[in-house]
């Protein structure tokens, strides 16, 4: 019996010190296989690869806008350059009087079409910008349009104002209208300086022989 014990104990030991052994030896191979197997291995790419959170999502299409820029700026010239038309046509149709653009020019324009322009409302923006001058001339194509809408003359840029003079045929408005050229030219043509007093002194004359051509009911 007691040998059966000393087997019994020997036995277990053995048994116990071959599963500790054997537990030793298979620990030992599974890091060398698992060195062996991962060796290069990026465990980060794979986790990432693998973690839903990070899988990639379609963007959106990346449109290439650089040749649109192109296209906007050609846009923006071509609108640029339409303004600019706008503003001529506008100035032609209707030429400004302020005080930075009176000029010999625009009376020029202004007496091409002084039949379609308000001559009146363009003599009280020369007279607030105090170009008394520029405001003898409007004065005196106002009387020239008045003539020729009562049909004393007719109207033609060449003409002088003497040849105007001559196609009228009424005394009285005749007599008015020499006294206005007599006066006018010199300023006009001797290109003099007027004041403020001595448009105010003329303007009398003219305002005359306005009442003379107004239409009478």
């Known amino acids: 019996m007691k040998g059966y014990k000393t087997y019994l104990v020997i036995f277990l030991l053995l048994f116990f010190?071959?599963?500790?052994?054997?537990?030793?030896?298979?620990?030992?191979?599974?890091e060398k296989q698992w060195e062996e197997?991962?060796?290069?291995?990026?465990?980060?790419e794979d986790f990432k690869e693998n973690n839903p959170e990070e899988l990639d999502i379609p963007?959106?299409?990346?449109?290439?806008?650089?040749?649109?820029?192109?296209?906007?700026?050609?846009?923006?010239?071509?609108l640029v350059i339409f303004l600019i038309i706008k503003i001529i046509i506008n100035y032609?149709?209707?030429?400004?009087?302020?005080?930075?653009?009176?000029?010999?020019?625009?009376?020029?324009?202004?007496e091409d079409k002084?039949?379609?322009?308000?001559?009146?409302?363009?003599?009280e923006e020369a007279i607030k910008a105090k170009n008394y001058r520029i405001a003898l001339r409007i004065n005196f194509?106002?009387?020239?349009?008045?003539?020729?809408?009562?049909?004393?003359?007719?109207?033609?840029?060449?003409?002088?104002?003497?040849?105007?003079?001559?196609?009228?045929?009424?005394?009285?408005?005749?007599?008015?209208?020499?006294?206005i050229i007599t006066s006018f030219e010199p300023v006009w043509y001797g290109e003099h300086l007027l004041s403020e007093e001595q448009f105010n002194a003329l303007s009398p004359s003219y305002e005359q022989l306005k009442k003379q051509l107004a239409p009478h009911e």
Do not use: C, R
């Not at 197997?37 to 980060?44: A, H, L, M, R, S």
């Open 92 to 110: 032609n149709s209707n030429p400004s009087l302020s005080k930075n653009t009176i000029s010999i020019d625009s009376i020029e324009e202004i």
């Open 141 to 179: 194509l106002i009387i020239i349009k008045m003539l020729s809408q009562k049909n004393e003359i007719i109207w033609a840029k060449e003409k002088t104002n003497w040849e105007y003079y001559e196609e009228v045929s009424d005394l009285k408005t005749k007599d008015l209208f020499k006294g």
């Open 59 to 78: 963007k959106p299409l990346d449109y290439n806008l650089s040749g649109f820029k192109y296209v906007f700026y050609f846009l923006v010239i071509g």
């Open 17 to 30: 010190s071959n599963a500790f052994f054997a537990e030793e030896h298979k620990v030992a191979l599974s």
């Open 37 to 44: 197997v991962t060796e290069g291995v990026d465990f980060t």
């Open 114 to 123: 002084m039949h379609e322009i308000d001559l009146d409302k363009l003599l």
